[in-house]
């Protein structure tokens, strides 16, 4: 496949622009070019000095592609020249190294074309890696997530844990690639999609019998399913994905794959920034009582845990309906609340108001005891017949114990909806439900 830094001669004025540390070249009719430049997580974007001569038109790019395309067909004997994907209004080309994305009306409001090239080629020894980690990584049977933001060295990171895999561990590595850009070593197969489809990959995939699988680029819900399903067969799965960090790389996972499967889906996060490892992430399956309830309301529950120290950060499980992720140290705001007893008050102010469609007030009075201030002709109601609603409420909520309080009782600083409340504080003036007064009202009007 593509070597670093090697690409067939491409038109005199694109390489007099794309200098030693050009990351990005930035073309578009009637725009000055402008490159983005520097290290991994230090590009920066600017014009090029002395590059506008007011010829950038649309007949000169219309031009420079055509070039591009001759040369693809002029090294057709390279397996790293092609024409990745052709569609109307966009043309992305591999020439080498570098990825060319080319696009025009009426996919663009103007034509542009956009060469990428990677900046550095790292082997796994330029990063200092705990030993831990990469004993970890060697084990070529795991659900790994690289996540940073782009341009953080996501992509290098994983062709460098490629061919370690591939170089020193002795394993079978193939990538899935859309487009296909990673710089490997010609012995490890990189896979586009077939038919335009990931999923038609992954079946031919599980064909060629690979030990490990590097998924670049997972975005979408369906790629997120996709790494799941290659990941429960057995294979080794390396994604990389966006995301702001490690944590977050994980929330992108839920949804998409049941709860109890997670941590058999993904089991280490290295979030990256700047071309460093910033934290890595573990998780874990137990089954325990999440951090703040009681010892008889024990669930399943993924532990998130800094590696290598072992440090319990958060808990994963189920909670009413939703699935929570709770920081287990610290509080969630500046009165205190700590993350269990915010994310209790949410789901009880959300569980009321589907029961009986109205808003009401909550307030935490204890590490796990509440107190409910609610329309006075609703109390009845949220208490139930025996306090079996009441009842049904704390065994939901993990144990909590929970009271029930008319608004008039309500303290300044809890806070309620302002509509929603005067509708409720309207109707609740006598101790009968208002449906109950609406009716009495149009028995009187009937008798009158």
Not at 94 to 101: A, C, E, M, T
Not at 246 to 267: H, M, N, T
Not at 283 to 297: A, D, I
Not at 399 to 410: K, P, T
Request: glycine share 8%; net charge negative.
């Amino acid at each position: 496949m593509a070597t670093f830094s090697s690409h067939p001669d491409l038109p005199e004025i694109l390489e007099n622009l794309i200098e030693d540390d050009v990351h990005t070249l930035f073309l578009k009719a009637d725009c000055p070019p402008r490159t983005k430049a520097g290290g991994i997580g230090n590009l920066r974007l600017a014009d090029v000095e002395g590059a506008d001569d007011g010829g950038w038109d649309t007949l000169r790019l219309e031009s420079l592609q055509e070039e591009i395309l001759s040369a693809v067909d002029d090294n057709r004997d390279r397996s790293d020249c092609f024409l990745e994907i052709d569609r109307k209004g966009c043309q992305v080309i591999q020439l080498g190294d570098l990825r060319i994305s080319c696009a025009w009306p009426p996919f663009a409001d103007a034509r542009e074309i956009t060469i990428v090239r990677p900046v550095a080629k790292l082997s796994i020894s330029d990063y200092d890696i705990d030993p831990k980690l990469i004993d970890r990584l060697s084990d070529h049977h795991r659900g790994v997530f690289i996540c940073g933001r782009p341009g953080s060295g996501k992509t290098t990171l994983a062709q460098a844990v490629a061919e370690y895999l591939d170089e020193d561990v002795g394993a079978m590595v193939k990538t899935m690639e859309a487009p296909r850009d990673l710089q490997l070593a010609n012995r490890i197969t990189q896979y586009a999609p077939l038919e335009g489809d990931l999923e038609k990959t992954a079946e031919i995939i599980f064909l060629v019998r690979p030990d490990f699988v590097i998924f670049d680029e997972v975005r979408r819900a369906r790629d997120f399913e996709i790494f799941a399903d290659v990941r429960l067969a057995g294979v080794g799965l390396l994604g990389v994905t966006h995301a702001n960090s490690a944590l977050e790389a994980i929330q992108r996972l839920i949804g998409k794959v049941e709860l109890g499967l997670v941590s058999q889906v993904l089991d280490t996060i290295l979030h990256v920034e700047a071309g460093k490892i910033h934290q890595v992430l573990e998780l874990r399956m137990t089954v325990k009582p999440p951090s703040g309830m009681q010892e008889e309301l024990a669930r399943p529950v993924i532990e998130v845990v800094e590696f290598p120290s072992g440090k319990i950060t958060h808990e994963m499980f189920a909670f009413g309906s939703e699935i929570a992720v709770v920081p287990v140290d610290g509080v969630s705001s500046s009165k205190g609340v700590s993350p269990m007893a915010a994310l209790a008050r949410d789901q009880l102010v959300h569980k009321i108001q589907q029961w009986v469609g109205v808003q009401c007030g909550v307030k935490i009075t204890g590490q796990n005891s509440a107190e409910i201030y609610a329309p006075k002709g609703m109390v009845a109601t949220l208490i139930g017949k025996g306090g079996e609603n009441i009842r049904d409420l704390q065994d939901e909520l993990g144990g909590m114990r929970l009271s029930v309080s008319s608004f008039s009782e309500m303290p300044d600083d809890v806070q309620v909806k302002n509509d929603v409340y005067t509708i409720e504080d309207r109707f609740s003036a006598d101790s009968k439900p208002w449906n109950n007064k609406k009716g009495g009202r149009k028995n009187k009007r009937n008798r009158r």
